[in-house]
């Protein structure tokens, strides 16, 4: 099977065609670096996304946050829904861990600002 | 009357990448004027990711790309007032300025790096037919509100206008529960990044209709839904194609505009085409001494060329200030003039004396080409061809010509050959 899809791996957006067999990519042309073709490899098998959100301080403050590293896309509702259960405390700076596993995936969810 | 070698103004990614710059080059005497709470600019409410593969090599969010820089700027020393706003410039650098702290004064600046940003194109200025009810933001202002602020505009929404920002509320909202019905633009192609269609709306099986406006805003206090109907190649709406979407708020992603009323106020020359000011290869308006970068000078897609633009007006402020205002030597300026497809360029003219360095040009297409060439030629001289697999008017090329080429020209031409490739 042959799946056409558009590269997210950053701003070019490479047209990439992707020769599927039983789930996993057996070949991929169309893109212009290697980000584009471990891309469409993961995207054929278990498609993930960056997440980014905000979660808040005790106060309401919202706290600009994202996963560290990507998660299956099927769990985006669910790592949202462990962001908005936590409070935040403040100081807090870029990178400090706000939860150590959201949602079961075993990524943590890092601040993106500082605020003290 | 106070005194500076170098005032910026605006401290977003445009103002702290050119103090960084000139600080580098051994100018001490910098500030730079944010109104704004603290440093960043816009890249404060912009929480997503996809910001610094080419500065940093590695995907950052806004947050996280502007800390970079404004660590840089303290760990240089480089003084900043925040809350304070500019309210004019003058011909010869008299800059006045309002901060709660200070008050109202007047500083002189030797060179002056202008970095104010852009701004929404608002309802105003869009022509959408109905009522003026509660409920219709632009997406930025949005953006502002659920990013910074911890407050989320309406339950069920629907997005005029493909810009990134819209792209990329489309999905925020979605994620904050709000239902978005869907995306319409009124050009036959998307005014965003195609990863961020895919990633924005694809992804959460939001609609985008190409070629589609709202024609009618119903609801007399508060927005009860607005009517979305096709358009013809004209731009008309098409008659039977009306289709009624009830929702309680609309936002507007149609287009940037660079804000340049002090620019104006300075007596800087202003492209109708750009909104921003004409600029030499140096980034130089026509106004000695006074430079422009970022959005304020033409609106970009990427901050990453923000940054590397503004890095450039910084370090030739800075030898605009080490030459005494005065330029070495420059006798040559090539003009830049726009051909086929071509809606402008940054920048306008060469002073091929000065070059030393590689120069940018950078430019928007005017429609969607594909299979095309970009071809800058001098009469019928051909001094440089890119071949391109598709162009369109939502990402800004980037030709680099070597000053080398042009030491016999006068004068140049940016244009598309279509379908050549």
Redesign the interface.
């Known amino acids: 099977m042959i799946r056409n899809m558009i590269c997210i791996g950053c701003p070019m957006g490479c047209d990439l065609t992707v020769e599927v067999e039983s789930g996993r990519a057996v070949s991929v042309s169309g893109n212009s670096c290697a980000v584009g073709k471990r891309y469409a490899e993961t995207e054929v098998s278990s498609p993930t996304r960056m997440v980014t959100s905000t979660a808040k301080t005790a106060d309401g403050k919202p706290v600009p946050v994202k996963t560290r590293i990507p998660v299956p896309k099927d769990k985006i509702f669910d790592v949202i829904a462990a962001i908005k259960s936590v409070i935040v405390t403040l100081p807090v700076s870029v990178g400090d861990v706000v939860i150590e596993n959201a949602a079961g995936t075993g990524v943590e969810i890092v601040a993106t600002a500082s605020f003290s | 009357m106070d005194k500076h070698s170098l005032v910026v103004i605006g401290g977003g990614p445009a103002g702290m990448a050119a103090a960084i710059a000139a600080k580098k080059d051994g100018i001490d005497d910098i500030v730079i004027y944010e109104r704004d709470a603290q440093l960043g600019g816009i890249l404060?409410q912009c929480?997503?990711?996809?910001f610094g593969?080419h500065t940093f090599k590695e995907?950052?969010?806004g947050?996280?790309y502007a800390?970079r820089f404004s660590k840089q700027v303290i760990s240089l020393g480089i003084k900043y007032e925040t809350g304070s706003m500019v309210l004019s410039i003058s011909r010869d650098k008299e800059i006045t300025v309002v901060s709660r702290e200070n008050g109202l004064r007047t500083v002189q600046a030797d060179a002056v790096v202008l970095a104010m940003g852009c701004r929404e194109r608002p309802r105003g200025a869009l022509n959408i037919p109905g009522t003026r009810p509660q409920g219709i933001y632009t997406a930025g202002t949005a953006q502002k509100l659920?990013?910074?602020?911890?407050w989320v505009p309406g339950r069920e929404i629907v997005i005029l206008g493909s810009g990134d920002i819209g792209l990329i509320m489309a999905r925020r909202m979605t994620?904050e529960g709000v239902r978005v019905k869907l995306v319409a633009e009124l050009m036959p192609y998307s005014g965003g990044?195609?990863?961020n269609?895919?990633?924005c709306l694809d992804?959460y099986g939001i609609p985008l209709r190409l070629s589609h406006t709202v024609i009618d805003v119903k609801g007399k206090r508060k927005l009860e839904g607005v009517t979305i109907a096709e358009v013809d190649s004209g731009g008309k709406p098409i008659q039977g194609t009306e289709e009624y979407y009830p929702c309680d708020t609309l936002l507007l992603s149609c287009g940037l505009i660079p804000e340049n009323e002090l620019t104006l106020g300075a007596g800087v020359t202003i492209n109708s085409v750009t909104n921003g000011p004409f600029v030499d290869d140096t980034l130089q308006t026509d106004v000695p001494g006074i430079f422009a970068c970022g959005n304020v000078l033409h609106v970009h897609?990427?901050v990453d060329f923000v940054s590397e633009e503004s890095g450039r007006a910084g370090h030739n402020a800075a030898d605009y200030i080490k030459n005494n205002g005065c330029k070495a030597n420059s006798a040559k300026i090539v003009t830049v003039c726009v051909g086929n497809g071509v809606r402008y360029t940054v920048p306008s003219t060469i002073d091929v004396g000065n070059a030393s360095e590689n120069i940018h040009l950078r430019f928007r297409v005017r429609g969607v080409y594909k299979g095309s060439a970009i071809v800058v030629r001098s009469g019928e001289h051909e001094l440089l061809r890119k071949k391109k697999k598709i162009m369109v008017p939502s990402?800004m090329e980037d030709v680099i010509i070597k000053p080398g080429l042009l030491e016999d020209v006068s004068e140049i031409s940016v244009a598309i050959e279509e379908g050549t490739v």
């Open positions: 404060n929480i997503h990711n996809g593969l995907e950052l969010t947050p996280e800390e659920v990013n910074c602020e911890g994620l990044l195609k990863r269609i895919v990633q992804d897609d990427l990402e």
